[in-house]
């Protein structure tokens, strides 16, 4: 079992940025992917960025270019740093492990509040 804790959630304004972690126990996820998605208000979950054990990343259209995805193996954590947040990044942010690297999450944080002011 894998557990995993979200933090670094908050109100920020436009134009800010703020950095989530996501701290990984029960098991070392170094040779997992793992990923980060968020949940607006009324919409559906979706993944936004994640990255492989070998480092290989993703993003979605909507993140480019404004927020990274990076992992510190030595301390079991994930990290998403977020540039530029503008009102539509307000959202329920949550982490997650795919053990086998197929694009399956397994293991899911409890979610940490972004909201963004105008």
């Known amino acids: 079992q894998v557990q995993l804790v979200e933090s670094g959630g908050g109100l920020v304004q436009a134009g800010g940025s703020l950095r989530l972690s996501c701290a990984a126990s029960?098991?070392?996820?170094?040779?997992?992917?793992m990923g980060w998605f968020r949940q607006a208000p009324g919409k559906e979950r979706k993944r936004i960025a994640s990255?492989?054990?070998?480092?290989?990343?993703y993003y979605a259209d909507s993140v480019k270019g404004r927020f990274t995805i990076f992992r510190d193996n030595a301390k079991n954590t994930m990290y998403l740093q977020m540039f530029s947040l503008n009102s539509e990044d307000t959202a329920i942010y949550y982490c997650a492990v795919d053990p086998g690297q197929v694009g399956r999450y397994v293991y899911w944080g409890q979610g940490t509040q972004v909201t963004v002011s105008s």
């Open positions: 029960g098991r070392t996820v170094s040779s997992y992917g």
């Open positions: 990255i492989s054990s070998g480092g290989a990343t």
